[in-house]
């Protein structure tokens, strides 16, 4: 039963020690990334730093009253909290005024807010409570689909407020979805997806020879793909000398034939794919076996989303969206865009070596060549200051603090509070590997933030209560 008269009695203490961390070194780093030249006042209240600490001391707050909060009335909520949050993300669209092409602030005065921020935990909450069900099922086809909703439903809507970048970080739970017994398969899916839909941009209009590269690299990625799920649910004997002699027999055709004409040697995989098709068509046809008949269907939808890439990057996503895209892909060069902030932000990094410059003592921060160097590209001011080794020990306390979440989800003796731990865990994980990623160059620049370390309220508020929570919830689950 859970302690009503000192609710700190079972506290992790470990994970609220790296939390304490990180906040620490985050406001540091944020005092450091706005410090101006004149030798302003470190707690000017006036500026970024001194609002950012107003917020932890608020959030400390906060988080120290949801301490005291039964633990069942938490749960009983979820789904109304949920429904109320769905309805303030909807109607953010309407009323939120345009701010660098979203609309995703609630502004009150001076006052402002991101419902898209504390969706995310609304959404854990909810998911969880979902799935303690006594009848869940993630096998069953309805409770599967009504648990993707839950996560889609704030997607759809936040994407609606043009702000892709909190948008993404829910697709982090289909570890939530994994760990409660969804298939590796799935898995396998959404890396194929993923590479193919990158492969179809990337490669989109090049040709070698007549060799048109988008055509072939995601043909060849979806037969080899094709062929792995056949050989896993298709049971026909000796299944891999067709999966491995049709493309064989189809190079060595075009081969031959490009002796008397040119070959867009695309057509291999292409050719191939359509032959295993109609194979596993006719498996369907005369044996009723259903695998074959998904795989050619896994196929056909594949085939449909290599046609719909180039219309909905061309006329669904926003051009700032492209050039983002584009320039992270090396499809172009933009010196003074995006391309500008990765490249600036990379020479930070570089220019701080083994063991940084010092605190306030980064000139490329100092003199603001970065830009956004307080929020989406803060990392660049631990690279420039701290060096290899401060970033290095940021990078390890957010592993800690990872690995630290995960083991405290997987301890839960209540599915809501497993649901839940690795929910938190999930948002962790996409948000530190996108933001610093994007600060290298190696992910496309979405406006992402850094947990506890990137400027705003919003953003400190919701990865505290994301922790708070689950800290509670394992409190009151442990024997007292």
Known sequence: MEDKINPFKQLDYITLLVYILLVAVGWFTIASATYEMDNAPLLDFSGRAGAQLIWIGATLLIGGALMFIDLNLIKSSSFYLYVLMLFVLLLTIFIAPEIKGSRSWIAIG??????????KMV?????????????????????FFVAVLIVFAPILLIIGQNETGSAVAFFGLILVFYREGL????LLLITFVASFVILSI???????????LGLLFCFSLLYIVSAILALRYVRVRRLWILCLGIPVVAAIGFGIASFFMPVNWAWVPISSGIIFAIIGGLNYLFRRHLPSLLIVGFMLSSVAIYSSVDYFFYNILQPHQQIRIRSSLGMEDDPKGIGYNVNQSKIAIGSGGLLGK???????????????????????TIGEEQGFVGASAVLLLFLFLVWRLLIVADRQSTIYGRVYGYSVASFFIIHIVINIGMVLGITPVIGIPLPFFSYGGSSMLSFSL???????IDSANKPH
Do not use: C
């Not at 001076?110 to 969706?119: G, L, V």
């Not at 959404?123 to 409770?143: G, P, Q, V």
């Not at 298939?183 to 799935?186: K, P, Q, R, V």
């Open 202 to 212: 990337r490669f989109s209009g090049e040709n070698i020879g007549g060799t048109y």
């Open 123 to 143: 959404t854990a909450m909810a998911l969880a409570a979902w799935m303690a069900r006594y009848e869940f099922d993630l096998r069953s086809r309805k409770e």
């Open 466 to 472: 994301l922790i708070f929570l689950l800290l509670k």
């Open 358 to 380: 010092g605190f306030h003592n980064g000139t490329q921060t100092k003199l603001k060549y970065v830009p956004e160097q307080e929020t989406d590209f803060i990392f660049s």
């Open 183 to 186: 298939s590796a398969l799935y």
């Open 110 to 119: 001076s006052f402002r807010i991101q419902p898209a921020e504390f969706s």
